[in-house]
């Protein structure tokens, strides 16, 4: 499975990319809480293998035009009767926060899955105190649809 955007390649994230860099990620952010932080190689491994193969998982990995691999985004669970799916884009390498990845990525693997799967909303929490991340997502349309857990929840209707 492969995305690409203007400054970026999307692929299926592969075990061969689980590095001590990519664990380092889940330390480096305080905002992930919306699934279980990964501390140690073996826990990230099992996760990653743990979402292979199922058709209601879409897992990539963002790589840069160089090959850098500088996060991922994933579609969790894709409710393809309901036509929805939930979202989570983690930009790990620092660098790369706030220079517009996640739009593009976001939008780009949005299109894709309102063309080949007919999804039609995408969900996704965010916390409260991430006000960066809120205003990007409401850049690329997502609008708030009430508080949920430590955070918001928000919506994008694709149609």
Known sequence: MNIST???QLRTLAIKDVTEK????FSDTE???????RTNMDELI???ESRENREDVLFLAIFTDDGQHIGNIKYEPIDLENKNATIGVLIGEREWRGKGVAIEVVKACNQYLHKNHG?????????KYNKHAMHVYQKIGFQFSGEAGNGFGMF????
């Open 31 to 37: 905002y992930i809480e919306f699934s279980p932080k």
């Open 22 to 25: 990519y664990l380092s990620w």
């Open 119 to 127: 999804i039609e909303r995408i969900d996704l929490e965010v916390n």
């Open 156 to 159: 994008l209707n694709l149609k």
């Open 46 to 48: 099992q996760y990653i």
């Open 6 to 8: 203007k400054r970026f």
